[in-house]
């Protein structure tokens, strides 16, 4: 729809002026820097960095109901920078002019209704976000849209070049870093860290097609963090972390989605996510704040992080009800079918720990909580899942595993619904499934299979048939015809087909 054709009252918001006053802030000694340049902690005392609007304030003088209204209409602009994650402009980083923004597909991702069969199974009504449907296949895309963006505007704007990205990663943080550098060719140069056989084959080869530098280290993830963030001190490079906290920026687009899918009424709504460096959860809860404290949304919806067992330090964490008891732990991670998730030290739990302060205070009760679920208890309820018409990966599986959990603990109720984050494409994360499937999970992972959720490949061939057809060789008529005839009657009979009458 072009602009005129808009509501009047509306049309002068609909395309977002530049505005806002973006800086760091530190989360330790609450020192603020101006976003001139990359920082990914603070010069002064160390701490993670968060980022402030300095005029947040403004986007309080437009209503509630009027932000609703500019959201709605503005879906139907079609303006390629708006089409991402940008289409919250003013909440995701308004300093940055339209045509800096760099936009690959990613957002908007589905949300799907669990079928009658597994909401039945699970107790109670809920919907997969898929943002596996993002363009590297997981939700990491949305942060490296607005990191990227930054970049690419700190370039275009500041005569800042040559850049080298450098991220370390369980897998997706790399793929999603290297293909948004490949579309800022030129101008960003990208090198990804990964531990040595701890991603999948999928997302190793996803940077290695966009044409990054890819680095394998000995270790888990928490040591490549380790690795990249001294390199990040001791030379020019563009750290993409989620320590960077342009991801964080970004990734906030997730609630304000949700938020917009339910039409902004968040009552009864349960938002589920997995936990690794806490980047994610971190940008959820800040995503629902900013919406709550503009009243675009009016109910602050209830947040449940999810660990697994063999790498909970946040579960951990909030065992203890005593805030003053709290102390934070880092554990040393086990092997994990949630393997994006495997770390044992987040970057982003100060920033946690803030946040979830914050929100249970506005919301004048506990609204976020942390659950704990098995190996098992992931895999299993991944594949029910996809049995159920679901492109949930393992990550997904453990949010599900985690509704289940959080069920059982009395932390969600029926009547409440929930919205659980895949954050990726099951595709990513096949190789478990086959393990699964072939019964060849190393013992560490403690998983033993279900007969009733496995699945194989049957060969069909004939014993009697003498040739079969193979690429570049042509079957006579006759051996052809009897190789449909056998290789139909075999189905059939492992079917159970009876014939037509
Ligand atoms: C990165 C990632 C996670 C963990 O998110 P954090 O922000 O690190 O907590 C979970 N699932 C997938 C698929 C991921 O790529
Ligand atoms: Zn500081």
Redo the contacts with the bound molecule.
């Keep these: 729809m072009q602009l005129q054709d808009f509501p009047e009252e509306i049309q002068g918001y609909l395309v977002p002026k530049v505005g806002g006053e973006l800086v760091y802030h530190c989360l330790g000694c609450h020192m603020e820097y101006p976003v001139d340049q990359l920082l990914y902690t603070c010069p002064n005392c160390g701490s993670v960095l968060m980022m402030k609007d300095k005029e947040f304030e403004r986007l309080k003088e437009v209503p509630g109901s009027l932000w609703r209204k500019i959201f709605d209409y503005r879906k139907m602009l079609n303006i390629d920078a708006l089409k991402g994650i940008f289409l919250y402009h003013e909440f995701v980083a308004p300093i940055i002019p339209l045509e800096d923004i760099i936009y690959l597909g990613e957002g908007h991702t589905p949300q799907v209704m669990a079928n009658e069969s597994l909401r039945k199974k699970v107790g109670v009504d809920f919907y997969f976000k898929n943002?596996?449907q993002n363009p590297s296949a997981?939700?990491?895309d949305r942060?490296m849209a607005s990191a990227l963006s930054y970049i690419n505007y700190l370039v275009r704007r500041r005569g800042i070049g040559d850049i080298l990205s450098i991220c370390a990663?369980?897998?997706?943080?790399s793929a999603?870093a290297a293909l948004y550098s490949a579309y800022l060719q030129g101008v960003v140069k990208s090198a990804v860290l990964l531990p040595h056989k701890k991603v999948t084959p999928q997302q190793l080869s996803q940077p290695l097609g966009s044409g990054a530098q890819v680095f394998e280290i000995p270790g888990v993830f928490d040591d490549c963090m380790k690795v990249v963030e001294r390199m990040a001190e001791t030379y020019n490079v563009a750290l993409l972390n989620?320590k960077n906290v342009w991801r964080i920026k970004g990734?906030e687009s997730y609630s304000y989605e949700i938020a917009q899918w339910f039409d902004y009424d968040m009552t009864n709504k349960v938002v589920v996510?997995?936990?690794?460096?806490?980047?994610?959860?971190?940008?959820v809860i800040q995503g629902f704040l900013n919406f709550f404290d503009t009243q675009v949304i009016e109910c602050l919806p209830k947040v449940i992080?999810v660990q697994s067992e063999h790498a909970n330090p946040v579960y951990r964490y909030y065992l203890e009800p005593d805030v003053e008891k709290r102390v934070w732990r880092p554990v040393v991670v086990r092997p994990s079918v949630?393997q994006?998730?495997m770390?044992g030290n987040?970057?982003?739990m100060p920033r946690v720990i803030r946040l979830v302060e914050e929100y249970n205070s506005k919301a004048e009760e506990k609204k976020v909580f942390v659950v704990e679920v098995s190996e098992q208890e992931i895999m299993d309820w991944e594949l029910t899942a996809n049995r159920n018409g679901h492109i949930a990966?393992?990550?997904?599986g453990?949010s599900l595993a985690g509704l289940v959990r959080a069920l059982k603990e009395g932390i969600v109720e029926k009547g409440e619904i929930a919205i659980l984050?895949?954050?990726?494409h099951v595709l990513?994360?096949v190789d478990f499934q086959n393990m699964y499937f072939q019964d060849n999970f190393p013992p560490e992972f403690e998983i033993l299979p279900k007969a009733e959720l496995k699945n194989f490949p049957q060969l069909i061939k004939p014993e009697s048939l003498k040739v079969v057809p193979e690429p570049g060789k042509q079957l006579s008529p006759e051996d052809f015809e009897r190789f449909v005839a056998l290789t139909v009657e075999d189905i059939a009979r492992r079917l159970n087909l009876k014939p037509r009458e």
């Design positions: 943002d596996g997981s939700f990491k942060g990663s369980t897998g997706d943080t999603s989620s990734q996510v997995p936990i690794g460096n806490a980047g994610n959860i971190t940008a992080g949630a994006a998730a770390i987040p970057v982003s990966c393992t990550q997904g453990e984050d895949s954050t990726a990513k994360f």
